[in-house]
């Protein structure tokens, strides 16, 4: 049984990564082409960490954005012009909450952990990431939002000292523990 469940939570998480990367993935500069001349509600899931704070820096200096931030079991620090609303996208609802009126929504959300919960118990980010994906996606839909930016991580691309593109993924070469969470 064990190795059902493990077979159909990979076969989820490559039909949804597949799905990301054909109708989904957006470059940053076409999303700062988008929001260049015109007032844009952004969505920013969840921003608390290193990167998703750096993006509030960049848009909130402008006045054409009104940022609208989530966040779920880390508290955030304050930021002047951003408004905060706790959520856990695990659930549909919420998704469809905090989406509602939005034109733009980053999706920087995922359960991440060590390596060592990576190699031993893989389950931990497939299961939470494609539901609070899937809900996201699902809600996205429903409430007519325009643009969708999913970031990737790098564990599905090879080693490189140049710059990786999309096209250099190979499923069959991802380091089978990290399978998974790729």
């Known amino acids: ?105 980053l999706q920087f959300a995922a359960t991440t952990s060590g390596s060592n919960i990576i190699l031993n118990k893989p389950y931990v980010h497939v299961t939470d990431n494609a539901v609070m994906n899937s809900y996201l996606l699902k809600s996205i839909f429903h409430n007519k939002i325009k643009h969708f930016v999913f970031t990737s991580c790098t564990v599905m691309y090879p080693n490189s000292k140049t710059k990786c593109k999309e096209n250099m993924v190979d499923e069959n070469k991802i380091y089978i523990p990290y399978f998974g969470a790729a």
């Open 1 to 105: 049984p064990r190795d059902h469940v493990t077979r159909q939570i990979f076969e989820i998480n490559l039909l949804f990564w597949v799905f990301n990367f054909i109708y989904l993935k957006f470059e940053l500069s076409y999303l700062l082409y988008i929001l260049k001349n015109n007032e844009k509600k952004i969505l920013i899931c969840v921003a608390t960490g290193f990167i998703e704070r750096n993006f509030i820096n960049k848009f909130k200096l402008n006045k054409k954005y009104k940022i609208i931030a989530v966040y779920n079991n880390k508290k955030p620090i304050p930021i002047k012009n951003v408004s905060w609303i706790k959520a856990d996208l695990r659930k549909y609802k919420n998704c469809m909450r905090v989406t509602k009126g939005i034109e733009i929504v």
